[in-house]
């Protein structure tokens, strides 16, 4: 059987198509790029249905993991559950203790560690949470007149000025309160420093008066 000599470059081994591996990837990869127009497609030719994600029925604002329960339910109520040693009430985890317990282990085996991770995880918890709730409310300053978009400058303002209140109620969770209430519009917006303070008091906003 006669080696077939790639027409591209000839003094290399031919791939597919009568093209060396470099060109026949190299066009191959350009058709990927290339959007087809919908009337190129074959005639049986059919996307996929796309599944909208389950609620579950304990906890709407949580993700949905398995028999209609969120992951924290399932776990609590799964008959089949590997119970821990320390808290037989309580599903297993690993190494024969509860989820509690083994945070404790790990805990004692290096606190300098364990505390570092979870001021990280804490943080990046704080952040997604303030990104949920800039995007949940427009993304700007809802000041007709001012154009701040910034994330670093948008605070939450209540419409009502039951702000005290509120934060007197929920502490440092006034966002997850927000957010477990699936971010209700009515009474709350996004304003920015300078809109904020301006607005105190029942007062109007400089943007507005001019």
């Keep these: 059987m006669t080696r ?3 027409e591209c470059h000839p003094e290399r081994l031919h791939q597919a198509k009568g093209l060396c591996a470099q060109c026949y990837y190299r066009q191959y990869d350009a058709k ?3 959007r087809k127009d919908p009337s190129e497609y074959a005639a049986n030719y059919r996307k996929p249905p796309r599944r909208d994600a389950r609620v579950p029925d304990c906890h709407p604002e949580r993700e949905h993991w398995a028999k209609g329960l969120c992951s924290r339910c399932y776990n609590q109520q799964r008959v089949n559950a590997v119970r821990a040693t320390c808290h037989p009430e309580r599903p297993h985890l690993a190494d024969g203790l509860c989820a509690r317990c083994y945070a404790k282990k790990r805990y004692d085996q290096d606190p300098e560690e364990a505390r570092r991770k979870a001021r990280e995880s804490q943080k990046e918890s704080r952040e997604r949470l303030r990104q949920q709730l800039i995007n949940a409310y427009g993304g700007r300053c809802a000041c007709r007149n001012c154009p701040e978009t910034n994330p670093a400058f948008l605070c939450l303002d209540h419409v009502n000025g039951d702000g005290k209140v509120h934060r007197m109620r929920m502490g440092s ?5 927000l957010r477990r209430r699936g971010w ?3 009474g709350y917006r996004l304003l920015c420093w300078n809109c904020n303070s301006a ?3 029942g007062r109007t906003c400089p943007h507005e008066e001019n």
Excluded at 173 to 177: M, P, Q, W
């Design 184 to 186: 209700p519009q009515e």
């Design 173 to 177: 969770h006034v966002y997850a309160d």
């Design 199 to 201: 607005t105190r008091f």
């Design 32 to 34: 990927r790029k290339e």
């Design 4 to 6: 077939r000599i790639p």
